[in-house]
């Protein structure tokens, strides 16, 4: 069983104390069921230059994949961390035939999502952007929700990890790195992403906070 398998079952039970944070930029609030049902319905697929750019993060890459699947997420969002057991359990399972996409979206209302972001994003300078990705939301009971920064516990789990600390934290300080951040959350707004998680399935976007059952369904008819 891989460590990132024993993270999943580990983390699976608080998917359903979670079920109604699906954090809304404008309201704070969970989506109503008509607004679910409207997620659900057919649609156009969403433009590809909006949800995949050049620089934008794989957790996982297969050549000539036939589905690429993209979620616009904030680390400090207890949805995304309900949420990532199920994207975790998904990278394994369907590992070497589809793309997952992470995309940054920290939400206005949270102290620490836009820190936290750019020290993924840090991280990723390092190579290291899985690593931290998973530290943030093995730990996301520990440093959220805080009205105070927590910058200085980041740089900490940088050191955790191994990468050089120093570097980590001119990266973190680098308003490059915020500016990559914050483009990953304009593009999210332009695609009309109002919370975190926010899944899209070869451009259709998913109800929010979708099942495992529901995002492997939808992945094995794209692949049928």
């Given at each position: 069983m891989s460590k990132n398998l024993v993270i999943t079952l580990a983390l699976i039970a608080a998917s359903a104390l979670a079920l109604g944070a699906f954090v809304v930029v404008a309201g704070g609030s969970a989506p109503s069921e008509g607004a679910a049902e409207s997620a659900a319905s057919p649609s156009a697929p969403a433009p590809e230059d909006l949800l995949v750019r050049e620089d934008s993060h794989y957790l996982a890459e297969a050549p000539g994949a036939e589905v690429t699947v993209v979620e616009f997420l904030d680390f400090e969002c207890e949805a995304c961390r309900a949420q990532f057991p199920i994207m975790e359990r998904l990278r394994e399972d369907y590992d070497g035939r589809i793309n997952l996409v992470i995309r940054y979206f920290p939400m206005p209302g949270h102290t620490n999502s836009e820190t936290?972001?750019?020290?993924?994003?840090?991280?990723?300078?390092?190579?290291?952007?899985?690593?931290?990705?998973?530290?943030?939301?093995?730990?996301?009971?520990?440093?959220?929700?805080?009205?105070e920064s927590k910058a200085g516990e980041f740089e900490g789990f940088a050191e955790e990890l191994g990468l050089d600390t120093e570097r980590f934290a001119e990266d973190a300080a680098d308003p490059a790195t915020l500016d990559r951040v914050r483009a990953d959350f304009d593009d999210?707004?332009?695609?009309?992403?109002?919370?975190?998680?926010?899944?899209?399935?070869?451009g259709r976007q998913t109800d929010p906070m979708p099942s495992y059952g529901t995002l492997s369904a939808m992945i094995d008819r794209e692949l049928s």
């Open positions: 936290a972001a750019t020290a993924v994003e840090a991280a990723a300078r390092q190579g290291e952007l899985e690593e931290m990705y998973i530290k943030m939301y093995e730990t996301q009971e520990e440093w959220g929700e805080s009205g999210g707004l332009a695609l009309g992403v109002q919370g975190t998680p926010t899944i899209f399935v070869n």
